[in-house]
């Protein structure tokens, strides 16, 4: 059984920059494509962006100058940073799995992490 | 990129069918067949209930389908069980990298 779990700050102050990782247990990073979805309080999903094994990226274009997303493989992991943050980044973070057979602009995320929460305040 | 429309709220009694709109435009949903739908209990992640329009994942019952009609994709979920009731959001691709996601729809079983 696949197991995503996602780490970082809870807590953010403005203007400072959020940073998360995702553990991938029970199975390989490779050959998969990774992505990060965020759901503000009692709002709806928003995709951020997503990242292949080989360290190739996309981003949605409203975060695109604040957002970076990174690999590595060697410890089965990937990462989310967004730099500049306000309190319209407060919001339950995922991190989830594009299946195998599929790419990403499939919009199909088979497997999450259970979210983690993060707020912006000061 | 806007969200894509999809009611505030359903509801349906044991038994019944339901269906959920989620209503994009001719540059995402009427462009793609690469809607999905995810089935979210409060306090849980999203789960994976349809792919690529009217594809089901394994493991999800044949009680949910999904089809599409030009900028406006659905879900039925027939024989309504208890267990179904939850938030609903569909997802699209839209073009040039962007995926978006639906505001969600609230299902209540009566």
């Known amino acids: 059984q696949v197991v995503l779990q996602e780490s970082g700050p809870g807590l953010v102050k403005p203007s400072e920059t959020l940073s998360l990782t995702c553990t991938v247990s029970?199975?390989?990073?490779?050959?998969?494509?990774w992505s990060w979805i965020r759901q503000p309080p009692g709002k709806g999903l928003e995709w951020i962006g997503c990242?292949?094994?080989?360290?190739?990226?996309n981003y949605i274009p409203s975060l695109q100058s604040r957002v970076a997303i990174s690999i590595d493989t060697s410890k089965n992991q990937f990462s989310l940073k967004l730099t500049s943050v306000t309190a319209a980044d407060t919001a339950v973070y995922y991190c989830?799995?594009?299946?195998?057979?599929?790419?990403?602009?499939?919009?199909?995320?088979?497997?999450w992490g259970q979210g983690t929460m993060v707020t912006v305040s000061s | 990129q806007s969200a894509l429309t999809q009611p505030a709220s359903v509801s349906g009694s044991p038994g019944q069918s339901i269906t959920i709109s989620c209503t994009g435009t001719?540059?995402?949903?009427?462009?793609?067949?690469?809607v999905s739908w995810y089935q979210q209990h409060p306090g849980k992640a999203p789960k994976f209930m349809i792919y690529?329009?009217?594809k089901r994942p394994s493991g999800v019952s044949n009680r949910f389908s999904g089809s599409k009609s030009g900028n406006t994709a659905s879900l039925t979920i027939s024989g309504l069980q208890a267990e179904d009731e939850a938030d609903y959001f569909c997802?699209?691709?839209?073009?040039?990298?962007?995926?978006?996601f639906g505001g969600g729809t609230k299902l209540t079983v009566l």
């Open positions: 989830a799995r594009t299946p195998r057979f599929l790419e990403w602009v499939s919009g199909a995320f088979d497997i």
């Open positions: 029970n199975d390989s990073i490779s050959s998969y494509y």
């Open positions: 990242i292949y094994y080989s360290g190739s990226t």
């Open positions: 001719s540059s995402d949903v009427g462009s793609y067949n690469l």
């Open positions: 690529e329009v009217s």
């Open positions: 997802c699209s691709y839209a073009g040039r990298g962007i995926l978006i």
